[in-house]
């Protein structure tokens, strides 16, 4: 479906959707706070910008020093080219050992993979331990936001949520009486899990080591209790060196929610002892993204999530409009990257405003690839035919200023005299929350005719 | 060779370019005038506490002194010469055998002043998942030692040779409900960070 149709349902509540708006843009000046703290701020974007173009300039080798590496400290590295050899991959690593019960934090990589009804149907339990994933889990639905899963939702329903499932009292909505609900709940997990399941937010290629952040603590406890813990990544979270954890670690929380750092930054070289690491290396269209000029530094991408928390569309439309794994801006490129036939409405719902590019720390230019994003889906005719229709005739008249002129004129005569319902019809979806502009009685050259100093 | 990696690859190998090189460190990261205040002001920040002792007596003392130590049943202590451990470390052998710990007293490599992070790793930690099971943490920097900014602190890093290292700002946290800070998310309750500033 269209991501402007499934806004319509969102921006209906007008209340909530202000809510919503609201929420992300506190977000949005908790970063602005802690970015401004930092007279290097600008520097180190691009120092990281940098670090990931020659990441991608360099992957093949790095990602085999990588392997060379982390195998050598003794984990064990798969390479899955699609979503599917992926799945294939975490389902044989669990039979093989007999596992049915896995704990899991974030990943945005499993969500793209849809790897919980796909380990679910070989009947394994697979329990997501972030907060606000747990609470989509048990809604059945999927993330709204990469960063704040939840975002979307009201403590009323959280309470009402874990009274049905985790036997908290009716009607208690108190964040800190509902946390602890979760707290005590997951623990039983925790302690019961074959398995740990994480996604990677660097893998170093120099140490063959990998990083995982969060703020709760689950990613490391979900992997210090069981024996196996498998680590899932996409190629492009590779960085060459450990010393640029340095610039990374400084932009990643700063930039996701206006922490100075995670709470948990954690580094993991090889398994534990007596325990098990696997780390898979997901492809899944990336490798083609890289050999395309105007869109690889999509790949630069970290998942901090701040070009959602600024972007007036999503923050007025909601994560689930986009139908996509990851929504937003960066959602916008990387949807119709993969699936364009899916995901042709995306790079529309953008207003063109900038404000993503302007906040991303890594630099993508993400409004510019969404605009050529705009021109390749037209040229393949990915986009509906009243659109395209539409913007033959503006491109006819443009060019000619005697249509430009006159169909003005036109317009400022016959739209006063016209019925409310030959103007605001399916064919205008400008009118649809909005009046026309009053009709002047003449145009601005028209009067600059008149008025010019002879 | 298998055939996934070699798909792969081939194609990297194709988008190969050597015109692209890593940038040089950055020239002038923040500095400050005084790292303990500010390691002090975020950590407070971050919801962790910051004791500053001058001698292992002192910090022996100032661990005793804790609420959370004075009513743990259970404290594990990687610092056997500030707190003893009720257990030998080595007679646990099962990580979910510390389910009940109430207070973990654990070794901090050093500090980072832009961030309050402490740097905790293995071997000097035997059973890491006791950092976030316990229901709190003390972690004590004996060195002392406080970096500016996380540039430095991976620099002193250099290399990394245990299995396990980790930064940690404060305690377990989340806003996932409506935005409202809850600490003691599924990890520790409380941090208490002592550090021997000699
Ligand atoms: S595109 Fe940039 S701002 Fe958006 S999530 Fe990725 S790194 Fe963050």
């Not at chain 1, 704990?103 to 990589?109: A, E, W």
């Not at chain 1, 696997?278 to 901090?304: M, N, P, Q, Y």
């Not at chain 1, 002129?405 to 064919?427: D, E, I």
């Amino acid at each position: 479906m269209e991501h402007a149709t499934n806004a319509n349902t969102f921006v209906a509540n007008t209340e909530r959707a202000h809510w919503h708006d609201q929420s992300l843009w506190f977000v949005r000046t908790k970063r602005d706070r802690m970015a401004q703290s930092l007279a290097e701020w600008e520097q180190l974007r691009a120092q990281a910008s940098a670090i990931k173009g020659y990441t991608l300039a360099h992957l093949g080798e790095l990602l085999e020093q990588f392997e060379r590496e982390a195998t050598a400290r003794g984990a064990v590295v798969h390479w899955a080219e699609t979503t599917e050899d992926h799945n294939r991959i975490v389902l044989e690593l669990l039979q093989a050992r007999g596992m049915t019960r896995v704990v899991k934090s974030k990943s945005m990589l499993t969500e793209e993979c849809h790897l919980n009804p796909f380990l679910e149907r070989h009947g394994v339990e697979v329990i997501d331990t972030d907060l606000g994933e747990r609470i989509v889990q048990l809604r059945k639905e999927p993330p709204s936001h990469i960063v704040l899963p939840a975002i979307h939702i009201k403590k009323e329903e959280v309470g009402e949520l874990f009274h049905e499932h985790l036997g908290t009292e009716q009607g208690a909505t108190d964040p800190q009486y509902l946390t602890e609900a979760a707290r005590q709940h997951l623990r039983e997990k925790f302690l019961a899990a074959e398995a740990g399941l994480t996604g990677v937010n660097f893998a170093i290629a120099e140490t063959g080591g990998i990083v995982v952040c969060t703020n709760e603590g689950n990613a490391d406890l979900g992997v210090s209790l069981p024996k196996l813990h498998i680590a899932c990544m996409g190629i492009e979270k590779l960085i060459p060196r450990l010393e640029d954890l340095g610039t990374f670690t400084r932009l990643l929380a700063r930039s996701a929610t206006g922490q100075p750092i995670t709470t948990y930054t954690s580094h993991f070289h090889g398994p534990r002892d007596g325990g098990e690491l696997h780390i898979i290396l997901v492809d899944a269209g990336r490798s083609k993204i890289v050999g395309t000029k105007e869109f690889r530094e999509a790949l630069h991408c970290i998942r901090c999530g701040a070009c959602m928390n600024t972007c007036p569309v999503y923050r007025r439309s909601g994560g689930h409009s986009y139908e996509s794994t990851v929504p937003g801006p960066i959602g916008s490129v990387l949807g119709p990257l993969r699936e364009p036939d899916k995901y042709h409405s995306l790079p529309f719902a953008c207003s063109l405003c900038g404000s993503c590019t302007d906040v991303c720390p890594v630099k993508i230019p993400l409004h510019h690839q969404l605009l050529r994003f705009r021109r390749t889906l037209a040229e393949t005719r990915k986009i509906p035919w009243t659109k395209r229709a539409g913007m033959k005739v503006m491109g006819w008249m443009f060019r000619r200023p005697w249509a430009y002129r006159w169909s003005g004129w036109l317009a400022r005569r016959v739209m006063p005299w016209l019925p409310r319902f030959l103007v605001y019809n399916r064919l205008n979806p400008w009118g649809k929350q909005r009046e026309m502009p009053e009709m002047p009685k003449r145009s601005f050259r028209e009067l600059y005719q008149i008025e010019r100093p002879k | 060779m298998s055939d996934a990696k070699q798909r792969i690859l081939s194609r990297l190998a194709e988008f190969r370019r050597n015109d692209v090189e890593l940038p040089t460190p950055l020239a002038t990261p923040t500095v400050y005038d005084d790292r303990l205040a500010q390691f002090r002001s975020v950590l407070e920040m971050v919801g962790g506490q910051l004791i500053v002792t001058r001698d292992a007596n002192e910090t022996r003392q100032a661990i005793e002194r804790l609420e959370v130590v004075r009513d743990a049943r259970r404290v594990l202590s990687y610092c056997p010469d500030l707190m003893a451990s009720a257990e030998g470390l080595d007679e646990i052998h099962d990580p979910h055998d510390l389910a009940d710990v109430d207070v973990t007293v654990a070794p901090g490599e050093f500090g980072v002043a832009e961030n309050g992070a402490v740097w905790v790793c293995d071997p000097a930690i035997m059973h890491r998942v006791s950092l976030f099971l316990s229901q709190h943490l003390v972690l004590v920097i004996a060195s002392g030692e406080l970096f500016n900014n996380m540039h430095e602190a991976y620099h002193h890093i250099g290399r990394v040779d245990s299995p396990f290292g980790g930064f940690i700002s404060g305690p377990s946290k989340t806003a996932d409900i409506e935005q409202s800070l809850v600490i003691g998310a599924h990890g520790a309750r409380s941090l208490n960070v002592v550090l021997v500033d000699r």
